[in-house]
């Protein structure tokens, strides 16, 4: 059982979403690299286009088979790596992994990847603070309940 408010959630996320956003603007600025934009996706070359979508499809195909794997066995015994969080975790390291690979390879602007990188960091910082501090004790989690 878990005891959310609702306007506190909200509030929460918007936080979070502002942090990131200053964070991204002032390492983007201070190392005089463009800005991405939201919601958008912009291969640095073909090659890196044709990478991101192989490994979009391999997550994909993993994220379907650890559903059917969930669905069809007792949720306790579902081993971690078939975990939902788990794949979508390491999805996103692999594509920003990628994605700094193919800027320090290819990108006009060698700083790229650097800005790419602290803002992958302080992503997988903030998640992993906000799990394990059960969103910095702003909700309480009933496991028992569960």
Same mark, same amino acid.
């Given at each position: %059982?878990?005891?959310?408010?609702?306007?506190?959630?909200?509030?929460?996320?918007?936080?979070?979403?502002?942090?990131?956003?200053?964070?991204?603007?002032?390492? +983007?600025?201070? @190392?005089?690299?463009?800005?991405?934009?939201?919601?958008?996706?912009?291969?640095?070359?073909? +090659?890196?286009?044709?990478?991101?979508?192989?490994?979009?499809?391999?997550? %994909?195909?993993?994220?379907?088979?650890?559903?059917?794997?969930?669905?069809?066995?007792?949720? @306790?015994?579902?081993?971690?790596?078939?975990?939902?969080?788990?794949?979508?975790?390491?999805?996103?390291?692999?594509?920003?992994? @990628?994605?700094?690979? %193919?800027?320090?390879?290819?990108?006009?602007?060698?700083?790229?990847?650097?800005?790419?990188?602290?803002?992958?960091?302080?992503?997988?910082?903030?998640?992993?603070?906000?799990?394990?501090?059960?969103?910095?004790?702003?909700?309480?989690?009933?496991?028992?309940?569960?």
């Amino acid at each position: %059982m878990i005891n959310i408010e609702f306007g506190t959630f909200i509030l929460f996320l918007i936080t979070l979403v502002l942090v990131i956003s200053i964070f991204g603007f002032a390492i +983007r600025k201070l @190392l005089g690299v463009e800005r991405k934009k939201w919601f958008s996706y912009n291969h640095i070359n073909e +090659r890196h286009k044709k990478l991101d979508w192989s490994v979009r499809i391999i997550f %994909m195909s993993l994220f379907l088979i650890s559903s059917y794997y969930m669905i069809g066995n007792d949720t @306790l015994g579902i081993p971690w790596y078939f975990e939902t969080w788990f794949i979508l975790i390491v999805f996103f390291i692999t594509s920003e992994m @990628l994605r700094a690979f %193919m800027e320090w390879k290819y990108a006009e602007n060698k700083r790229d990847f650097v800005a790419t990188i602290a803002e992958m960091v302080l992503m997988i910082s903030i998640g992993f603070l906000t799990i394990t501090t059960d969103f910095f004790g702003l909700f309480i989690f009933n496991f028992e309940a569960i």
